[in-house]
């Protein structure tokens, strides 16, 4: 799938994110007054090149979804900017965006909620063209028959209904829904996580194949890290509501410059009985901070074993270090020669209110209960394949 030499021939992105927030209020008592937020998603910044496909990776909970759903304009964002083809669609209202619905659509995560059971397939895939007011070359039935077919699907399953398919199939119609209207950009929220695994390896080349044909650039959700090395060209890994790395895929699995991307690719599990009890593997100690009061600082930094007193008091930001290659960390991992440690600490003082500015019992305050007087977490421990069975996602980390 990946098609780097295409997407790098392509000066300007398709889609472009800069500072997007979601946060989602938090209300207490008869009068319904906030008292708090979570905080989904908290200050992302990328692009997507058309003929790309960008994979979104990270832990159950850190706004991998509520990303997807923001740049399709499922939902309000709280703040931040969404340019599609050099036009802001942040804010656009209902009349405004039907248009956009061409061009922008959406493949969920579970085929089994997404599809209306009380209407056939033929009808579930032809909406998009009823809600547009398009009618096909040949009729909508002749239309919905091709995509049936074009997704691996019997034409003459037109008037079943999504209780007589598969999961997989499922999947497909979901697919078939999205491709209706030839859309340019698609976000696939976990599009085979709910998938056997021999089903999965059907639908990520189904995926492939309608790219080749019809030119389409991926926005790609998913927990499975080789899922995602295969289907991306580039891929950001998500922790707690932000983005801590960006890069080609290639760079980022082998050399990896965030201490949490380390960590995550240390799980993943590697077909040579040879490698066993030599690969390090890292496990995670700790939970995930709660969204509603994330840690001051380095979000990372309750669960990093590079952790220092920086990282406690100064958030990171998404820096370059290489080419295409950006990181959110103090002290990266397999950093250049000619980038030190102190330039990186220059560039995230710069990025934001300098530390002396802020007094010692603000910066505590912001931090959930507790995360103020305890030390940091204890570091994560290397440990070999023989240790525990590695986990085949991201959902299982640090739950060994």
């Known amino acids: 799938m990946p098609n780097p030499e295409k997407a790098a021939s392509s000066p300007e992105p398709l889609l472009r994110v800069s500072g997007l927030v979601k946060h989602f209020p938090i209300k207490k008592g008869l009068l319904q007054r906030q008292v708090g937020a979570v905080q989904a998603v908290d200050g992302l910044d990328f692009d997507v090149r058309p003929g790309e496909t960008l994979?979104?990776?990270?832990?159950?909970?850190?706004?991998?979804?509520?990303?997807g759903r923001l740049i399709t304009r499922l939902l309000e964002p709280t703040s931040g900017k969404i340019?599609?083809?050099g036009q802001d669609i942040t804010h656009l209202g209902t009349a405004k965006m039907r248009p956009l619905r061409r061009d922008v659509q959406m493949i969920f995560q579970d085929p089994y909620s997404s599809l209306n059971p009380r209407h056939t397939v033929g009808t579930i895939i032809s909406a998009p063209f009823r809600l547009q007011g398009i009618e096909p070359t040949g009729g909508v039935k002749k239309e919905v028959q091709a995509l049936l077919d074009r997704v691996g699907l019997n034409p003459e399953h037109y008037n079943r209904y999504p209780h007589e398919f598969s999961g997989g199939q499922r999947q497909r119609?979901?697919?078939a829904r999205a491709l209706a209207l030839k859309p340019k950009l698609v976000v696939a929220d976990e599009p085979v996580s709910a998938l056997d695994v021999s089903i999965q390896a059907q639908v990520v080349n189904l995926l492939d194949d309608l790219q080749q044909e019809m030119g389409l650039t991926y926005v790609i959700i998913a927990h499975d890290l080789s899922v995602i090395r295969h289907v991306s060209d580039r891929i950001a890994v998500m922790y707690l509501g932000k983005i801590v790395?960006?890069?080609?895929?290639?760079?980022?699995?082998?050399?990896?410059?965030?201490?949490?991307?380390?960590?995550?690719l240390s799980a993943v599990p590697v077909p040579d009985p040879r490698s066993k009890?030599?690969?390090e593997r890292i496990l995670l100690t700790g939970d995930v901070p709660s969204?509603?009061?994330?840690p001051s600082g380095c979000r990372f930094h309750t669960r990093c074993w590079k952790a220092t007193e920086v990282c406690k008091t100064t958030e990171p930001p998404l820096v370059a270090l290489k080419t295409g290659h950006q990181v959110a960390c103090h002290h990266p991992e397999n950093a250049p020669d000619q980038v030190p440690e102190s330039t990186i600490l220059e560039t995230a003082r710069e990025a934001v209110v300098l530390v002396d500015a802020t007094p010692a019992?603000?910066?505590?305050?912001e931090a959930p209960e507790g995360d103020a007087e305890a030390p940091a977490a204890a570091p994560a421990t290397p440990a070999t394949e023989g240790d525990a069975t590695p986990p085949g996602s991201t959902k299982d980390i640090g739950k060994e």
């Open 173 to 175: 119609i979901g697919i």
């Open 291 to 294: 969204p509603i009061s994330p």
């Open 83 to 85: 340019e599609f083809e």
């Open 361 to 365: 019992a603000t910066v505590n305050a």
């Open 277 to 279: 009890g030599k690969r």
């Open 55 to 67: 994979g979104i990776v990270g832990e159950s909970g850190c706004g991998k979804s509520t990303m």
């Open 245 to 264: 790395e960006i890069a080609d895929r290639k760079a980022l699995y082998e050399s990896p410059m965030h201490p949490y991307s380390k960590a995550l």
